[in-house]
């Protein structure tokens, strides 16, 4: 006979109604569930696109984060916490498995790491007691949480919390999800890849012009600028959904989930296009100037005042995002959830305006990309913590294993961040963002642009770029936070030493396949 344990338990529990059959408050109450205080819940959101610079909590001179301010009263706040990579790729997978992507090797658009860290990630190394369920409207993420799906209880499907989700393959094909969504952006024009059949590329484009402008229509009064979806403005959408709708679901799920239960939730909002909630829109109609910056090797020739522009609809989108914040915010004070929960906030990774550029998937790595918000709220906390030591997102899973004393793996790369180390802050440690895409898999990084930081300074290296190779940036980000200021020579003593920690990390991992054991 096979064993039937606990987490088999908890995971049918997850799927079946016996909990409504037995109790029917079950759905409004989280009474009905046994409670394990030995071990406290976890939840993580991630907003997508959210950088710490266009946050009020972090000094912006917007007031764009009011609810996340009032969390962080009674949270601790990470002051200089960046993402490991520069857009949701490499960003989250390094959430998810606690190492670089020069180690993970997540470094294209829809990409996934190396078979290893199928079995090596957050779902898989914490705690058989916990109870996982997992959710995102980024089809990129959705990607990364199939891959680690078996050792997730529940991953809800994209479709599930979508005004609509035009997509086969998140209907009838998750547990193939990379492949048949690739396949399918092959098949039908979603404004990333040509149609393999012209046919079959105008019907499909009549037909989601359709039903975008109808549901557009159908949500005019609350989102005059359309419906927030996944694509650009230019296309139909193939998905279309309400920030809402998971907040509400969120709060049913934090109520009457099995405990202790790990919950990770991806958000797409404030990702691009901004299309925010109506009574956010026009509210940083204002005077506030912006530097103009030096149009960079990478430029994409945008105009500052174009850039302003993209600017406030991005902090119109942050408005709306901490708004629908604060309505969970209070829903888990009310319902004391707060008590017996670890709430983690964070991103993947930031955004621009800057340079002439407007994306964040060109290989630059400047801190509006790079620095994003950390915000740890620990069960019961009753007063504000602040922490300026450097911190990266590989450091969220071994910080997640020490506070539930599961081992930290050898192989992590990351360190348990400092509230919750018994050593104090490592004030001299190197941190670092890789940006890779244009790089294979499976060779050595002969293309990409890697920085670290160490106190105050940030090194910039360009590597294998047509034109633009070899290339250093140094900054002093304390004295100069726009990075306007390149202090690189090849005989500066901190440029000589960050340097020769750059060119050590990647000698020793020019065989990425050694590191995945």
């Given at each position: ?258 405990s202790p239960y790990l919950g990770y939730i991806h958000m797409l909002p404030p990702h691009g296009p901004y299309t925010t909630r109506r009574n956010f829109i026009d509210i940083f109609k204002d005077d506030l ?18 850039l302003d522009q993209e600017r406030s609809y991005y902090d119109e989108s942050i408005a709306y995002v901490d708004a629908e914040f604060g309505r969970l915010y209070d829903f888990m004070v009310k319902n004391h ?181």
């Amino acid at each position: 006979m096979n064993k039937f344990d606990r987490r088999d338990f908890l995971k049918l529990l997850g799927i079946s109604p016996i909990s409504f059959i037995l109790n029917p408050n079950c759905f409004s109450s989280c009474e009905c569930v046994t409670r394990n205080n030995n071990l406290p819940n976890i939840l993580i959101l991630v907003f997508d696109t959210l950088s710490a610079k266009n946050m009020s909590l972090y000094g912006y001179r917007r007031g764009t984060t009011p609810n996340f301010e009032r969390f962080a009263q009674k949270a601790t706040v990470f002051h200089r916490h960046y993402a490991a990579g520069n857009f949701t790729t490499p960003g989250t997978t390094s959430i998810l498995t606690g190492v670089y992507p020069w180690s993970h090797r997540a470094l294209q658009l829809h990409s996934q790491p190396l078979k290893c860290y199928q079995s090596q990630n957050l779902f898989s190394l914490l705690n058989d007691e916990y109870y996982s369920f997992a959710y995102t409207h980024n089809p990129m993420v959705y990607i990364l949480l199939q891959y680690f799906r078996k050792n997730i209880d529940r991953l809800v499907a994209i479709s599930d919390l979508c005004l609509i989700s035009d997509s086969f393959s998140d209907k009838w094909m998750t547990y193939d999800y990379k492949t048949a969504y690739d396949a399918e952006l092959l098949l039908y024009r979603n404004g990333y890849f040509p149609s393999a059949s012209l046919f079959g590329s105008i019907f499909d484009w009549i037909r989601r012009i359709n039903q975008n402008n109808d549901l557009d229509k159908q949500y005019k009064d609350l989102f005059p600028r359309g419906v927030p979806n996944y694509m650009d403005e230019e296309f139909p959408s193939f998905l279309k959904f309400i920030l809402e709708d998971t907040i509400d679901w969120l709060q049913t799920k934090v109520q009457s989930q099995p405990s202790p239960y790990l919950g990770y939730i991806h958000m797409l909002p404030p990702h691009g296009p901004y299309t925010t909630r109506r009574n956010f829109i026009d509210i940083f109609k204002d005077d506030l100037r912006f530097i103009s910056k030096p149009e960079h090797h990478f430029t994409e020739f945008y105009t500052q005042e174009f850039l302003d522009q993209e600017r406030s609809y991005y902090d119109e989108s942050i408005a709306y995002v901490d708004a629908e914040f604060g309505r969970l915010y209070d829903f888990m004070v009310k319902n004391h959830v707060l008590e017996d929960t670890y709430v983690i906030v964070t991103a993947d990774h930031g955004e621009m305006f800057e340079r002439g550029i407007y994306t964040h998937t060109t290989p630059t790595l400047y801190e509006p990309i790079i620095h994003i918000p950390l915000l740890i709220s620990i069960p019961d906390q009753q007063k504000r913590v602040d922490i300026y030591s450097p911190t990266n997102s590989v450091d969220l899973l071994p910080t997640i294993l020490k506070i539930n004393h599961t081992p930290v793996p050898a192989w992590i790369e990351g360190q348990v961040l400092p509230i919750f180390s018994n050593n104090n802050a490592d004030l001299h440690r190197n941190i670092f963002a890789v940006e890779a895409k244009e790089n294979p898999k499976h060779v050595p990084l002969h293309r990409v642009t890697i920085t670290t930081l160490r106190e105050e300074y940030k090194l910039i290296y360009y590597l294998g770029y047509e034109n633009f190779s070899q290339v250093f940036e140094l900054y002093n980000i304390r004295n100069d936070p726009e990075e306007l200021v390149n202090l690189y020579t090849p005989d500066n003593p901190i440029a000589m030493e960050m340097k020769q920690i750059i060119m050590e990390q990647l000698s020793f991992n020019d065989q990425p396949l050694s590191r995945c054991q």
